[in-house]
């Protein structure tokens, strides 16, 4: 597996789906969705490869999208309890490397925006899905209601991902050679939605 953590270091998702299979995808999505340890991992680009690999047939897609969506949805689940728990103390931690309260007041206002459906949405938007979780927790949102956001989640976000790096993997003839400028395009669009937050909100302190 060391190859596969170093895969994670340098962010390179076509080097960790290879090395680290099936098992480094299903840690990478559960880190990501809801241990804050995996709030900088590249989970869209790394389903993505994984789709575009298993229609190479170095995975198998049926698999890989139970593996994908089961993970997803524990991680969030364990990210909900930690919320439940510890979350409150733990938001109220200074600025660190690794978490800044700038990522707690963004989720936030997310769910202030979208509301329950925020559970839903934040999979696609790379750090607040990490972050959504233990806020749900921490706002003691009823688990019952979050465990049904949590699941349609998981199933749109995982199973959808891998589903479009499969469909581009059996359209496109020698996919792997596309492999980095397709995954800087998802990079692009996956954190979109944090940019144009940002501009949204410096034009309101602005005016």
Known sequence: MT???????HLDPMAIVKAGGYIGIAILVFAESGVLLGIFFPGDSVL????????GGFLSFWPL??????AA???DSVGYWFGVKAGNAFFKRPDSRFFKQEYVTRTQKFFEKYGGRAIILA???????TIAPILAGVGTMHYRRFLSYNIFGGLLWGAGMVSLGYFLGSVIPNSEKYVFP???IIVVISFFPIIANFVCNKKTVQS
């Open 3 to 9: 190859e596969f953590f170093t895969a994670i270091l």
């Open 48 to 55: 993505f490869v994984a789709g575009l690999l298993a229609a």
């Open 65 to 70: 999208v139970l593996i994908v969506v089961c």
């Open 73 to 75: 949805i524990v991680g």
């Open 123 to 129: 999979r696609f938007v790379p750090i607040v899905r």
């Open 182 to 184: 397709i995954t800087l």
